[in-house]
């Protein structure tokens, strides 16, 4: 480190004190001056909006970057990590919101991964295994040791990170959006865990854009803004409002959160009989122009499996689907895209963006063709298009060149929104459009569809928020195993008659 301030006092009745970090990378100064404490047995809630600098701190404190200025001490002592194995050594853990996993590795090797247990070169896997059976039993997970990653549900992938993350005997676990892809009863489960974990002798530092969960997890909330400290408040005592304004330095308005309804016009896609060989089961539906269609369910209901039949991700095994009038049957996504379909994925770095790739590339990707003349990539209205679509959403970037992988989590979805914006596809589909994302960005957003469906677009938006379900959709279909259980008017609409159905096999199409 550089420029240390020499007027800092050990403090040795906090478990962590950051004094005046500060990270510049060319042309960002991504923080400025920031300070944070971590008390013993604390949960701490770390809030901002995307690009705040929440994910630079956590980076600084699990070694992937060194801090231009400031000081960390760990229980009084400086301290400064140099690799996350050293962070890990040091006992700070940090389970990132992208799962850091071997799918092809069972829950054991995953735990023990580079720490295997070995005896004279040979793997000892009756002892590792036990070891992580031990584990996972004293964090009451109920997870077979032997079992393959990639046969788990994300939320019991979640429970294999952290049970990773605590066979390191860590001190501070640092939590990135650890509820993104789970459901009411998992996010129970999680906090749960943390309670087991939190402890005289430890603490956690908790990222969240949920505001809800705040109060119920945390007991202190430290904000960010453009870098920089906005405040800190007593997670029992505020509100919601409290803490977004502190956030995004204004009010949201309340007329800003509620259900704005559109007018519907013709039936523009309709699905009938929609079945695959793995879940989905007679499924049928219709979608208008001009309204925005919502998809709920349960984890592993089959809200995303709808999508990825509808744009031929997925191998359909019987049902038609109609598009203006006429039946289509893509067996590809880029089928899907030229006949006016737009598929935003629930993984934006799996199938939505090209992390490597820079913005305006990204962007134009699906409109590719458009820009081609004469077998020559015309980049000048490539690029025009680009900085069009950065303005309009607001991507923080330094540039249209900059890597999509360099930018934060919420642009990166924007991002992804931004190449069907450009596309101009008829029928739009958002699968989880604002995991990860911050709740100034998430009204954005919320604005962003509700101006699609004014233009006639036909929306349909998948979500495990139920808030933001009812926030959004004119209409919400509901799922559960493979079947649509309900198609129910917004108004009238709660999160327990979509849970109701969410959790009942009987087909009750409502509207």
């Not at 420029?3 to 950051?18: G, M, N």
């Not at 400025?32 to 809030?47: F, I, P, Q, T």
């Not at 820079?358 to 900085?387: M, Q």
Request: glycine share 8%; proline share 4%.
């Amino acid at each position: 480190m550089s420029e240390q301030p020499q007027d800092v006092a050990p403090d040795e009745s906090r478990l962590l004190v950051i004094e005046g970090a500060t990270k510049e990378f060319p042309g960002v100064l991504a923080l400025d001056n920031v300070s944070l404490d971590l008390k013993h047995g604390e949960v701490l809630a770390l809030v901002g909006e995307n690009g705040a600098g929440k994910s630079t701190l956590m980076k600084l404190l699990s070694g992937i970057y060194t801090p231009d200025k400031g000081r960390f001490f760990f229980e009084g002592k400086p301290f400064e990590p140099s690799s996350p194995k050293h962070a890990q050594e040091l006992g700070i853990s940090i389970i990132h919101q992208e799962f850091n996993l071997m799918p092809d590795l069972t829950v054991a090797e995953n735990i023990y991964l580079g720490r295997e247990f070995t005896s004279r070169g040979y793997l000892k896997q009756r002892e590792q295994n036990r070891k992580a059976k031990e584990l996972l039993t004293r964090l009451d997970l109920p997870l077979n040791p032997r079992e393959l990653v990639e046969n788990l549900s994300v939320a019991e992938q979640q429970m294999v990170e952290i049970a990773k993350a605590l066979s390191f005997n860590s001190r501070i676990l640092i939590m990135d959006e650890p509820t993104a892809a789970l459901n009411e009863a998992e996010v129970q489960t999680l906090f749960n865990l943390i309670r087991r974990f939190v402890s005289p002798t430890t603490g956690v530092i908790y990222i969240s854009h949920r505001m809800q969960e705040i109060p119920a997890i945390s007991d202190r909330v430290t904000v960010l803004r453009d870098g920089a400290n906005a405040g800190e408040l007593i997670s029992a005592t505020c509100t919601e409002q409290e803490v977004i304004q502190l956030m995004v330095g204004r009010e949201i308005a309340a007329e800003q959160r509620v259900h704005h309804q559109h007018e519907a016009g013709d039936v523009v896609l309709k699905v009938e009989g929609l079945s695959t060989e793995e879940l989905l089961q007679d499924v049928s539906f219709e979608a208008r122009s001009g309204e925005i269609l919502g998809f709920a369910g349960l984890m592993g209901a089959g809200r995303t499996e709808i999508a990825r039949a509808l744009i031929g991700a997925d191998r359909r095994s019987g049902g038609t689907i109609t598009l203006h009038g006429k039946v289509i049957a893509p067996r590809t996504p880029a089928d899907a895209a030229a006949v006016g379909i737009g598929y935003l994925s629930e993984d934006r770095k799996q199938l939505g963006i090209l992390v490597e790739q820079d913005v305006k590339e990204n962007i134009a990707l699906p409109s590719l063709p458009a820009f081609v003349k004469s077998g020559v990539v015309k980049r000048k209205p490539i690029a025009d298009a680009a900085r069009k679509y950065v303005d309009i959403l607001r991507i923080k970037t330094p540039s249209i060149n900059q890597t999509v992988g360099n930018l934060s989590g919420g642009n990166q979805q924007k991002v992804g929104i931004a190449k069907w914006l450009l596309k101009d596809c008829d029928v739009l589909i958002f699968d989880e459009p604002t995991r990860g994302i911050d709740v100034g960005a998430k009204e954005e957003i919320y604005g962003l569809l509700d101006d699609l469906a004014r233009q006639g677009k036909t929306i349909i938006v998948i979500s495990s928020d139920l808030p933001e379900v009812l926030r959004v959709a004119d209409r919400i279909a509901v799922m559960n195993d493979g079947r649509l259980t309900a198609i129910m008017p917004n108004e009238g609409a709660t999160q327990e008659k979509i849970m109701e159905h969410a959790t009942s096999n009987a087909k009750k199409v409502v509207a």
